[in-house]
């Protein structure tokens, strides 16, 4: 019977020798433990699985296009996907015009009204592009009349 490890404390070799008496453990514990020994296993079954990928993705190729596709199919469907992006950059360009110009239509409320007295330079500077952000926002709305 030994009762002292020949080892530096916390250094076990041995580590199919701990007992799996797991009635004293909580659930959490327990399920530590099972994810524990699931991956023993799978590292001991699947040791070359690095290269078991190297070999699968060397034995690959890359056709240009997909099975059961001809090409002119796949030239509409990328000119539709593509018109169908610009048309959401359209839109999504158009909504922030349309935030800026509330915004200024805001400002220029209360500068009226007196409640904003002393506007500082980059408020002036935003009101002043008013023109520019409404003509930005007819182009736009005639791209997407037009997509």
């Known amino acids: 019977m030994k009762s002292r490890s020949d080892l530096p404390p916390g250094l076990n070799f041995a580590e199919d020798e701990k007992p799996k008496d797991t009635t004293g453990l909580s659930k959490s514990a327990k399920k530590n433990l ?10 001991a079954e699947g040791g070359n699985s690095v290269q078991n990928v190297t070999d699968s993705m060397a034995a690959s190729s890359i056709s240009e296009k997909p099975k059961g596709q001809t090409a002119d199919n796949s030239k509409a469907q990328g000119a539709t996907s593509q018109a169908q992006s610009e048309e959401a950059d359209l839109t999504k360009r158009l909504k922030n015009l349309k935030k800026k110009l509330r915004q200024i239509e805001g400002l220029e409320a209360k500068i009226q009204s007196g409640e904003l007295a002393n506007p500082e330079k980059e408020q002036l500077d935003k009101v002043a592009r ?18």
């Open 34 to 43: 099972k994810r524990k020994e699931k991956k023993k296993q799978a590292a």
């Open 130 to 147: 008013k023109s520019e952000i409404l003509s930005e926002i007819e182009d736009l709305e005639l791209g997407l009349a037009d997509v």
